[in-house]
């Protein structure tokens, strides 16, 4: 025997109460890898963003078009590429109601894909699909949890566009990089100009550029902003990355709420743990009072109660760390980033967040004995050993 | 009033004009009033006295427990009065044997390990450890429930364990209040007996604080204390 075998006899002393702590510890643990997990998946399209491409929509809000014309004039800006643009679309699959969200937009086939070089398709697909005015390429993941195939026709109701729209699946995309959402819908844009009324034809939602140098692209932008400055409708552009903030922006204060929330949990944590280890502490003063009287120092009794704490906040931050890779990486990160591929392209735990949290446990864990420690060596032997109970 | 059966040797206890006063609210409240008093090595003396006539308060300065608020305190040759509480925890490990009227065991601990505990302060390896708190065990006749917990173990057999607790580590000087105190007449003379071979086979110098005047009697030394005084 030692003085770890004391400790850890301690601790196992009341196994109820020290089990419902650990799990208490690993919930929390658990909802803060979550937590950070959501906020680092919504974030990691901004970083993974192409730095060679730029955005452009109205100068006032996304939800406003631009004129179709503006794109053939960014395309003769001087360092630009190639530009694609599209429109939101806002389809539901009448089949469930729309409760399977899914992103739907008409775009132009040809300059999508040479702006999105990370999307795969088969070149027959592609032909396929431009060559078929109602044809749309769809992502596998939305393929596969449709049972869509090439071929098949598909009546999706529009919301922002009413009415029952057919298409015909000409090519499933899959793609070179896991940020992108492999859950969305294109469409020919011309299918829905044409079915337009004369007054809401030739308008894109936005307009997406590949430059030839990405350490220009603030320079580019303020040449195409520029050129659009005294027209009717101006122009913002702005690199993909501070595009997808600027969309993010839009949800900061979730974003800030989902941050503070991860936090509480964790103090919240800490306050379950610091009042088991003051329990166990208020019930043991006649046994500190023994060990003070036979020899040891108000050191060894701190050393038990830290380590009781210590043990707890590790063990139960282990286990929430352990058991939030299959939780989240095959359960919700998998129907995340099935069913909501477009904020959650990649949701799974990430090593850093995974090893804060357990680090995050051990630290509040031992602050959680601090109060409950500091009390022991404060204590008087004499009226320790006179209490009972 | 002392009633001397036994007891000789020089002073293992010595206070000379000890006092101790606590304050309530920064009421003074003189517990201990000047008292001169002589335990020699070898000795078994008991502390008796009513409740609240300082026989506790005395005990616990003696086991270095307390420090006096006036006097001079010498135990085992050492002032113990003059010691801070780190070095007064030093000096009771090795010169110090307690034995509590409720035991005092640590209920997660096995008869074995309860017994091994002070040894942990020592450097000692593990085996020695074992060993020798297998012998104060032995000593106290529960060797073969070494691997009991406290729990399962009768109110005479904790106490024994406890008292093997208080040898293990070879103290000089074994203070016990009120050990017969939670137990039946039978266990109480078991403990009582095992007491007295503590103090004759092993020469262990005993003080004892009881209410109980059968304990009182196996005594060498009765010693009455009444409102802070050694009457």
């Given amino acids: 025997m030692n003085l770890t075998t004391v400790a850890v006899k301690n601790i196992a002393r009341n196994r109820g109460r020290t089990l419902l702590t650990i799990v208490g510890v690993t919930v929390a643990i658990l909802a803060f890898v979550l937590l950070r997990t959501l906020l680092w998946s919504w974030t990691a399209a901004i970083e993974q963003s192409a730095s060679d491409r730029i955005g452009v929509r109205h100068k006032v809000t996304f939800i406003m078009p631009l004129p179709k014309k503006y794109v053939d004039e960014i395309r003769q800006i001087p360092g630009v590429k190639a530009a694609a643009y599209a429109n939101w679309f806002g389809a539901k699959d009448p089949k469930d109601e729309g409760r399977d969200f899914f992103a739907t937009m008409a775009v132009e086939p040809e300059e999508l894909l040479t702006v999105y070089d990370e999307f795969l398709v088969k070149p027959a697909e592609v032909e396929a699909w431009k060559q078929n005015r109602r044809g749309a390429l769809v992502g596998d993941m939305l393929a596969k949890k449709k049972g869509w195939k090439i071929g098949d026709k598909v009546v999706l109701s529009g919301t922002i566009f009413p009415g029952e729209w057919q298409f015909e699946i000409s090519g499933i995309y899959t793609a070179k990089r896991a940020t992108v959402d492999r859950n969305s819908f294109y469409f020919q844009w011309k299918y829905l100009n044409e079915s337009l009324p004369p007054a809401r034809q030739d308008k894109v939602g936005w307009v997406s550029a590949r430059i030839g140098d990405a350490g220009r692209s603030a320079e580019i932008c303020r040449a195409i902003d520029a050129k659009f400055d005294d027209r009717d409708v101006q122009t913002l552009c702005m690199s993909e990355k501070a595009m997808q903030a600027s969309f993010m922006g839009m949800m900061s204060a979730i974003l800030k709420a989902i941050d503070i929330v991860s936090i509480v949990i964790l103090l919240i944590m800490m306050l379950v743990l610091g009042n088991t280890i003051a329990m166990g502490v208020r019930e043991r003063t006649t046994e500190y009072g023994t060990l003070r009287a036979i020899g040891f120092v108000p050191r060894h009794i701190v050393l038990f109660v830290v380590g009781e704490s210590l043990f707890t906040s590790a063990l139960g931050g282990a286990i929430g760390v352990a058991v939030a890779y299959p939780i989240v990486n095959l359960g919700i990160g998998r129907y995340l980033e099935e069913n909501w591929g477009q904020f959650f392209a990649i949701f799974r735990v990430q090593p850093p967040i995974a090893l804060a949290a357990f680090g995050l446990a051990l630290l509040l864990g031992g602050l959680a004995a601090i109060i409950p420690a500091y009390g022991t060596t404060r204590l008087n032997t004499v009226a320790a050993l006179r209490r009972i109970g | 009033?002392?009633?001397?059966?036994?007891?000789?040797?020089?002073?293992?206890?010595?206070?000379?004009?000890?006092?101790?006063?606590?304050?309530?609210?920064?009421?003074?409240?003189?517990?201990?009033?000047?008292?001169?008093?002589?335990?020699?090595?070898?000795?078994?003396?008991?502390?008796?006295?009513?409740?609240?006539?300082?026989?506790?308060?005395?005990?616990?300065?003696?086991?270095?427990?307390?420090?006096?608020?006036?006097?001079?305190?010498?135990?085992?040759?050492?002032?113990?009065?003059?010691?801070?509480?780190?070095?007064?925890?030093?000096?009771?490990?090795?010169?110090?044997?307690?034995?509590?009227?409720?035991?005092?065991?640590?209920?997660?601990?096995?008869?074995l390990e309860n017994v091994e505990l002070p040894l942990l302060l020592a450097k000692l390896p593990s085996a020695e450890r074992k060993k020798r708190a297998e012998i104060a065990l032995r000593v106290v006749g529960l060797d073969q429930r070494g691997d009991h917990l406290p729990r399962q173990l009768s109110g005479g057999q904790e106490q024994r364990v406890a008292i093997a607790r208080a040898i293990v580590a070879d103290p000089k000087i074994i203070v016990a209040d009120e050990p017969t105190g939670d137990l039946d007449r039978e266990s109480a003379n078991d403990i009582l007996n095992l007491l007295e071979k503590l103090n004759k086979e092993f020469n262990k110098t005993i003080v004892m604080v009881t209410h109980d005047p059968a304990a009182a009697e196996r005594a060498n030394i009765v010693r009455r204390l009444d409102k802070g005084n050694l009457v």
């Fill in chain 2, 1 to 111: 009033m002392s009633e001397s059966k036994n007891g000789n040797g020089a002073a293992m206890i010595r206070l000379e004009k000890v006092g101790k006063t606590f304050y309530r609210s920064k009421e003074p409240l003189e517990v201990l009033k000047g008292i001169d008093l002589d335990i020699p090595e070898g000795a078994f003396e008991a502390l008796m006295g009513p409740s609240g006539s300082g026989k506790s308060t005395l005990l616990n300065l003696i086991a270095g427990l307390d420090q006096p608020s006036a006097g001079r305190l010498t135990v085992a040759g050492a002032d113990v009065g003059g010691m801070n509480e780190s070095e007064r925890a030093k000096w009771r490990a090795s010169n110090i044997g307690f034995v509590f009227q409720t035991y005092n065991l640590m209920p997660v601990l096995t008869a």
